[in-house]
Structures are given as C-alpha cells and as structure tokens.
C-alpha cells in the first residue's frame, strides 16, 4: 500500500512539474505590477507549494514523526479509556 501511495504521488509531481514547465514561458511575469504579474506570481507560488508537498512526502522526511504522533494517539486514547473507566466506577 505504502509503495503505491508513493507512486501516486510521484506521478503527481511530474504532472505537476509538466504543467508548470509547459506553463512558465507563457505566463507574463515581466511589465511590472499588474494583475497579469500577480496572477503569474501567485500561480507559480502555488505550482511549487504542490511540488515541495509531493517531494516531502516521496522522500519521506515524515515517517518518525508520524511514528511518534501514533504513539501519542494510543496513548491518549489508553488514557481517555482509564479515564471512562474510573467514571463509570464513580457513578456506580
């Protein structure tokens, strides 16, 4: 499952990366500020934001943390369950 999660998503970053390629020289970038330059600007800013989301999670810089996070998980979830017990035993 992991591996083709990492295949999708590296089939996103190419597109991603084709769209923005094909899309650069036809984007106005230059005579100064301008609603053109903005949207060029706030376009290619977003293009990249997707491109850096895609490389993160393909390289994997998350797997302890979301080792640790599932730690974290259980163990709140033991905790909320102790703290339902030591209710129910209360009110009996």
């Known amino acids: 499952m992991k591996k083709r999660n990492k295949f999708k998503h590296s089939l996103y970053l190419i597109l991603a990366l084709a769209m923005l390629l094909y899309a650069i020289p036809k984007l106005s970038l230059a005579g100064g ?18 491109i850096a989301a895609h490389l993160h999670f393909i390289i994997g810089v998350d797997e302890e943390k979301q080792k640790r996070l599932e730690a974290v ?5 033991a905790a909320w369950g102790r ?10």
């Open 33 to 50: 500020p301008s609603w053109v330059f903005g949207f060029g600007v706030v376009w290619s800013v977003f293009a990249f934001l997707v």
């Open 73 to 77: 998980r259980k163990e709140k979830i």
């Open 83 to 92: 703290w339902y017990e030591e209710k129910r035993v209360v009110q009996k």
